[in-house]
């Protein structure tokens, strides 16, 4: 299979090498001196249960446009910012069209995907996240990541709706994915699990970066804690503007999942670290909007997402 990994992070990075290692050829888009170490010294990921220290083939978007067509490669991992998909879209739009490529979102929020179907259409947009992995750049060429890091993908939004990619490819790309050693489940209703993370996301992605606390500090605070879970409830209030419905169910398992991961930087945090900008838009973002909508107030939402936008 060939693989275009557009965003060389920590997870496009990490999930690149599982796949590289697995016999699969993948390109990774990346920029600036990231790329340049890539391409001096290779590509190092470090996790667990994967050390990769290997050459590969790391390109630019000039040479992506001038030397590939987007028919040679059987799928598009998309793992940039929420805030950059836009724009990579719309550099590429031409370079997209007469494909049928399908585009695979591994990205934090619920906006991405809509994006990718205004470009190329809901038959080639597949919603994805990536679930219990924390993954960033140490140094340039070199990536760090933890967790189980399993991915959940389907059909957009679901598999009910007109004009979606085919299933029988979802599933065939999950199998190469699960032979590749990345746990890997299909979903019938991708937007239903992208609106789940969401509820972790919103819980303690922005308090992370207010505090600087990581997660497992967040969740066993007597006063974080509770505010936490005050922020995925805030989630769960607004999902119905996107046809989702998140129950206290929900919430709870999604909170749980968090408490007892493993203790780790959130990539907000890690942004605000390294002084790059926030996701905010993707993640606070989205719920706010979707509460102005339906005429509704958040104030933990609205607090958190004040203070860093003025801090």
Known sequence: MNVLIIGAGGIGCYYGAKLQLNGHSVSYLARGEHLKAIRKKGLKVTHEDLSFHEQVEAIDIHYLLQNKSCDQFDIILLTVKSG????????LE???????????????GVDNELLIAQYVGSQRTIGGLAVRIGGHITQPGEVEAKGPAQIIFGSWPNHKSES?????????????????????????????????KLLINNG???????????????TSHSVFSKNVYRM??????????????????????????ISTFDAIKTSMLIDKEKGRPLELDG????????????????????LVNSLLQNK
């Open 164 to 196: 979606i990619f085919y299933t029988t490819a979802i599933e065939s790309f999950a199998k190469t994915f699960n032979e590749a050693g990345i746990p890997t489940q299909v979903s019938s209703d991708i937007r239903y699990e992208l609106w789940r």
């Open 232 to 257: 995925m409830q805030e989630v769960a209030s607004v999902a119905h503007a996107d046809h989702v419905t998140l129950s206290k169910q929900d919430v709870d398992e999604m909170f749980e999942l």
């Open 84 to 91: 950059s998909t836009a724009d990579v879209l719309k550099d």
């Open 94 to 108: 031409d370079w997209l069209k007469d494909s049928e490529t399908p585009i695979l979102s591994l990205q934090n």
């Open 283 to 302: 993640i606070t973002g989205a719920v706010l909007k979707r509460a102005a909508q339906i005429g509704i107030e958040l104030p933990v939402s609205e």
């Open 204 to 218: 303690v992605n922005p308090l992370s970066a207010l505090t600087g606390l990581d997660t497992r500090s967040l």
